[in-house]
């Protein structure tokens, strides 16, 4: 069967492959893949920058954001053949740490972990590909081929859950206004998040009109298309940081009300360094019992929130996000990172 596959640490090795059907010990469910999203972190994989074969092996297949459908389930796996299916992408380590142990793989605390595509286990950009049934999640028919945004929205699901529990430190908390930077997928699927909590959604991005202004308009947020600097009086209570840019990073710190809340979700590349007053900043934080976390993964419980958001969201405005759907044959243009690309899909059918 064919699989794009990617020598890791080496740029530019991603190429379509002839590879041996997935043996049964991956998982007793054999899907059959019916898309693959792509994200940045694929493109840091074939940049050479991220990214690790299974142990004994040279190559890794590629690809974290699945949808498929059920060819082969075993009686009582709790799947049938034709369900529509995402792998979950983490796998807890094999010690397994308090967190791994306890379903938390997300959370995990000796970085042992691996994942599909990504880190020491074969991916899902494969014609087929095998799931363990506890590491499959059944995606509701009622989404059809949008079941291919399930992985990235439940990275924001993760997001919007530990903001929520960050926030329970205060009981009088009650947040009203949230700043989302960066209108990727992610960026746009938290402001969807955030309209779906009825808080005043703000979105930084800096084209001022184009697909992306007009999704951000249609979802009813409020768009600023000025550097992050300026947005000194808007005072948000919540800032979900998406762009992956260290100036807006470095920018958002800080730049919330007080008990506000600032989540960074882009995994940006080391060797950037800022001038910062870092006095300012500690004695605001401090003053205002500001937060600032990381959030990375997402366990099982945050694929069925994302389920639920996505069920519950405009199916019309969730398409849009989709930008390109390219055959696997075509998988370079799906690499490709152009103005306007908003998720780029390989799609299996067609
Ligand atoms: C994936 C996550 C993964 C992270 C770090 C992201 O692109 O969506 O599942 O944990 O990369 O490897």
Redesign the pocket.
């Known amino acids: 069967m064919h699989a794009l596959t990617v020598l890791p640490g080496v740029a530019n090795s991603a190429r379509l492959d002839e590879v041996p059907e997935p043996p049964p010990e991956q998982g007793a469910l054999l899907v059959r893949a019916l898309a693959l999203g792509v994200?940045?972190?694929d493109r840091e994989i074939i940049a050479g920058e991220y990214g690790a074969a299974p142990p004994g092996e040279e190559r890794l297949i590629l690809g974290?954001e699945s949808f498929g459908e059920v060819e082969e389930a075993p009686r009582g796996s709790g799947f049938k053949p034709g369900d529509r299916v995402v792998g979950i992408?983490?796998r807890p380590d094999p010690v397994p740490c308090p967190a791994c142990a306890s379903g938390n793989w997300d959370m995990c605390r000796n970085g042992r972990y691996t994942?599909r595509g990504?880190?020491e286990l074969h991916g899902f950009g494969a014609e087929r590909f095998r799931l363990e049934p506890d590491f499959a999640i059944r995606v509701d028919p009622a989404l059809g081929a949008l079941g291919i945004l399930l992985?990235?929205a439940s990275?924001v699901a993760k997001a919007w859950d530990h903001i929520e529990r960050i926030g329970r430190r205060s009981p009088s908390w009650l947040p009203r206004k949230v700043l989302v930077t960066g209108t990727g997928p992610i960026g746009l699927l938290a402001a969807m998040m955030g309209m779906q909590r009825r808080l005043e959604v703000h979105v930084l991005d800096r084209h001022k009109s184009g697909p992306k202004s007009a999704l951000i308009a249609d979802l009813g947020a409020k768009h600023h298309a000025i550097p992050v600097g300026e947005l000194a009086d808007l005072a948000p209570d919540i800032v979900i940081e998406c762009t992956g840019s260290w100036q807006v990073v470095r920018d958002v710190l800080g730049l919330t009300a007080p008990d506000g809340i600032v989540c960074l979700t882009s995994?940006t590349a080391p060797g950037h360094k800022a001038e910062i007053d870092i006095g300012g900043l500690n004695r605001k934080m401090v003053l205002g019992n500001e937060a600032v976390f990381g959030t990375?993964?997402?366990n099982r419980g945050h694929y069925q929130m994302a389920a639920e958001a996505l069920i519950r969201a405009d199916s019309k405005w969730l398409s849009r996000l989709i930008t390109r759907r390219v055959p696997l044959a075509n998988w370079q243009d799906a690499l490709d990172h152009r103005p306007g690309d908003i998720k780029s899909v390989i799609d299996f059918t067609l």
């Open positions: 994200c940045g972190t974290h992408v983490r994942e990504i880190k992985e990235p990275i995994v990375v993964n997402a």
